[in-house]
């Protein structure tokens, strides 16, 4: 996916084709509504007000889609990158932290 992005300002005519970066967040491969429900894996969903690349709406429905599914709110990466780089970080430590 980060390669799928970068390759974008690569290619030529880039600021013509910038609806690809803004259409890139819809055309995730997911599976379908219903097979989300039956996954029973614990899962963290982390979203980011304003993140246009990875949009808190979506963010939101998939946590609710997920049966074992936990939503951490976390800053948004261009407001303050460090900020949103230790949330993330403390997240995935306390997502994947087994109780001992």
């Known amino acids: 996916m980060a390669a799928s992005v970068l390759g974008q300002f690569e290619r030529p005519a880039a600021a013509l084709r910038a609806r690809v970066l803004i259409e ?8 379908s509504p219903q097979a989300l429900t039956t996954l029973t894996t614990p899962a963290l969903v982390i979203g980011a007000p304003d993140d246009p690349v990875h949009p808190l709406w979506l963010a939101q429905a998939l946590a ?11 800053a948004r990466k261009a407001i303050d990158p ?12 306390s997502a994947l932290s087994v109780p001992g």
Not at 64 to 74: D, E, F, N, S, T
């Open 82 to 93: 460090a900020e949103h780089d230790d949330a993330v970080r403390s997240e995935v430590a």
């Open 64 to 74: 609710m889609r997920l049966p074992h599914a936990r939503l951490a709110v976390v």
């Open 24 to 31: 890139m967040p819809y055309s995730a491969p997911l599976p």
